[in-house]
T-cell receptor, first 112, second 115 residues
Framework: DTGVSQDPRHKITKRGQNVTFRCDPI?????LYWYRQTLGQGPEFLTY????????KSRLLSDRFSAERPKGSFSTLEIQRTEQGDSAMYLC??????????FGSGTRLTVV | DQQVKQNSPSLSVQEGRISILNCDYT??????FLWYKKYPAEGPTFLIS?????DKNEDGRFTVFLNKSAKHLSLHIVPSQPGDSAVYFC??????????????FGSGTQLTVLP
């Protein structure tokens, strides 16, 4: 197993476009998390899945954001009608027990 | 309201000396604390953690100290090595949805170890 995989690594999009990111967690990890990191800040929690169920969402996750984890395997994070303020690093992490997250390398989104 | 604060954006130390990174928190419900290291273009990597029932945890060159009364924790790296140069994030957690834990991160401290 090669760890948590995120795709793409970089995405540049025009304001108003929709984007989708993918995360493949470590295969035996049933918990999956999305975080967002902006320049000079630490990662901020967005949402959490246990298997296919989305159990927690942050206030940061506006209506333009949606996350899914069909069949409890990979997860997707979609941002609709992107805004410049959405520019950030989007990090995915997985965990078997809720402790000791393993993070992926992230998807860097730039909205122009 | 920033619940986890790392007040030093940067720290420089000489190779072989001790690096001390500090972190303060405000939420008394936090019961688990972690340190992550992050290199550019990579995700954060777990370094060491401590439960609120302990005041010290050691792993090789890394030691984390927790002072619950002061709501303060620190990471000591001894001896510091150039490869330790990275951004260090302090994180704190509370339980929710059973055993799952949401992490609240500080803003990070850039450590530079000079050869």
């Amino acid at each position: 197993d090669t760890g948590v995989s995120q795709d793409p690594r970089h995405k540049i999009t025009k304001r108003g476009q929709n984007v989708t990111f993918r995360c493949d967690p470590i295969s035996e990890h049933n918990r999956l998390y999305w975080y967002r990191q902006t320049l000079g800040q630490g990662p901020e929690f967005l949402t959490y899945f246990q298997n296919e169920a989305q159990l927690e969402k942050s206030r940061l996750l506006s209506d333009r954001f949606s996350a899914e984890r069909p069949k409890g395997s990979f997860s997707t994070l979609e941002i609709q009608r992107t805004e410049q303020g959405d520019s950030a690093m989007y990090l995915c992490a997985s965990s078997p027990t809720g402790q000791g997250y393993t993070f992926g390398s992230g998807t860097r989104l730039t909205v122009v | 309201d920033q619940q986890v604060k790392q007040n030093s954006p940067s720290l420089s130390v000489q190779e072989g000396r001790i690096s001390i990174l500090n972190c303060d928190y405000t939420n008394s419900m936090f019961d688990y604390f972690l340190w992550y290291k992050k290199y550019p273009a990579e995700g954060p990597t777990f370094l060491i953690s401590i439960s609120s029932i302990k005041d010290k945890n050691e792993d090789g060159r890394f030691t984390v100290f927790l002072n619950k009364s002061a709501k303060h924790l620190s990471l000591h790296i001894v001896p510091s090595q150039p490869g330790d140069s990275a951004v260090y994030f302090c994180a704190a957690s509370t339980t929710f949805s059973g055993s799952a834990r949401q992490l609240t991160f500080g803003s990070g401290t850039q450590l530079t170890v000079l050869p």
